[in-house]
């Protein structure tokens, strides 16, 4: 694990774990802590504890439907998560809490303040996805407490000038608000590669770097350069190294830019280069770029905010928007992903220690597989008329018996059966799966977490999550290869697709398909434009010879330019 310090590091360089590529320049920016607004901790009289309710109430209420809002004008990964915090200002078990506080005499504010509390230690020590969801839900908190006292809402400062953001980490919310002509690169110092905020900095194209070690001796103003492939931000840099480096890479900008697919390499070695999508917005979004369809089709997002399950002819509509932005293109749809951090309000979810390992993904079907036969359903009407059929495939798969009962779900309407690997049992026995299924996708996040015993979310443990790690680019490289075996595509729909010198490694491995943020497309077909196919197989090889993750960059890095 880095320690780096500004003491420790002469040069002024912290390192930390990349996220998304790109080399800015700029002053600083460093949030003010959130102040908490004066909390009323005297015992309420009885009759004024209907108007305290009240208040919470309409605060509460009021936070949701903000947060509503700005998520029905986002797209993808910013939609979902400002959804699920929407859904977290309006969750049952948060407002009974602090409900209950109120009746027996607590003020509004210190019912907010003390239900939040007990609810962030539930997660902390459920830990997992869960736990990652504390600085949500102390957001969600702050929203409502600056409500109840008529504060203005809490957030990021707008800088007068384009600046780069440091900040410990930030709230979903304010991530999705970012505004990338103005903050132009992001370091944070909790946070792991596949984090809230990694994922919408992402979307949004923001040079980012996550977990740096040091970050919080770095003061507003300083001039800093941030280097997103290398993971490392430079205080104050020689001016004229830093105006060096960043034009350098403008130059690879322009060049990917320019990008216009189809995926190949140099020497003609076809990759479709896809993007990942939620709605029909991000679709219209990523239609704009050369993507050659959809790898990954979240379809989360018309479920997690609903009280009932969305009917059949709902869950289509949504769908088609979806189809329509790719009407003659591969059409990749993930079947319904939630449980752990994602709870669907109108199903059951048993009381689980570890969420993250218990009933999510596929497991929810298989306890009610009502659910994955309406979805089902829907994406058959969703696309009627269509030349060729979507691919769909499902989440959370360990086994070869699940895959075939998913498989046969899926035929016997006519679609295209696959299933996603993130579980390490999946990798394994990837050459049973695919007698059951047409197609692989890997998603990386998930295998990471699995496969290192370590939180995705976790600063501390973000090395051990970084897709760069050897034994979960091996698991990848022997699913890729039980694909070939049997001449069935293995795609990678993950983060680690968005990297573009990883991408090249993947491709080395024999994987078939990238997915990525529409952002990232460009770069990614770019960067596997300029290279061969030779190059990414010696890559690979040279990658899988190493036994952590800062040699394997370096060796890519090496064969790759």
Known sequence: MTTSTLVESPRGVLQGT????????GP?????????????TDVVPEE???????AFRSASAAVAKRLQDRAAVSS????????????MAADRGWLGAAEKLITTGSSATS??????????????????????????????????LAELVGAPEPGIPVPEVPSILLTDDLAPADTAGLDPAMIVGLATSLGGPTSHTAIIARQLGIPCVVAVAGLEAVETGTPVMLDGEAGELTVSPDPQAAAEAVARYRVTAERTAAWTGPGATSDGHRVDVLANVQDGAGARVAAGTAAGGVGLFRTELCFLDRETEPTVPEQAAIYRQVLDAFPEKKMVIRTLDAGSDKPLRFAEHPDEANPALGVRGIRIAA???????????????????????????????????????????VRERGLVPGVMIEVPAAALLAERILEHVDFLSVGTNDLAQYTMAADRMSAELAELTDPWQP???????????????????????GEAAADPLLACVLVGFGITSL??????????????????????????AAVLETSDPTSARAVARTELG
């Not at 990349?18 to 320049?25: C, D, E, Q, R, S």
């Not at 539930?122 to 908190?141: H, I, N, P, S």
């Not at 990848?476 to 039980?482: F, I, N």
């Open 18 to 25: 990349p996220v998304v590529p790109g080399v800015v320049a």
């Open 28 to 40: 600083a920016i460093v949030p003010a802590p959130r102040v908490q607004p004066q909390i009323n």
């Open 48 to 54: 004024g504890r209907d108007a305290e309710l009240q």
């Open 76 to 87: 993808g990964s910013a939609s979902e998560v400002l959804a699920a915090n929407a859904a």
């Open 111 to 144: 019912a907010a303040l003390a239900a939040t509390e007990q609810f962030a230690t539930l997660f902390t020590k459920l830990g997992g996805l869960m736990a990652e969801r504390v600085t949500d839900l102390r957001d969600v908190r702050d929203r409502v």
């Open 367 to 409: 306890k009610d597989s009502g659910i994955l036969d309406r979805q089902l359903d829907a994406i058959v009407d969703a696309a009627e008329g269509l030349e060729s059929a979507p691919w769909v495939m499902a989440p959370m798969i360990a086994t070869a018996a699940e895959a075939r009962w998913f498989a046969g779900k």
């Open 471 to 493: 034994a979960v680019l091996s698991l990848v490289a022997r699913t890729a290869a039980a694909g070939a075996a049997v001449n069935k595509p293995v795609g990678v729909c």
């Open 515 to 540: 997915s990525a943020a529409a952002s990232a497309v460009a770069g990614v077909g770019a960067k596997l434009e300029s290279v061969t196919l030779d190059d990414c197989k010696r890559a690979a």
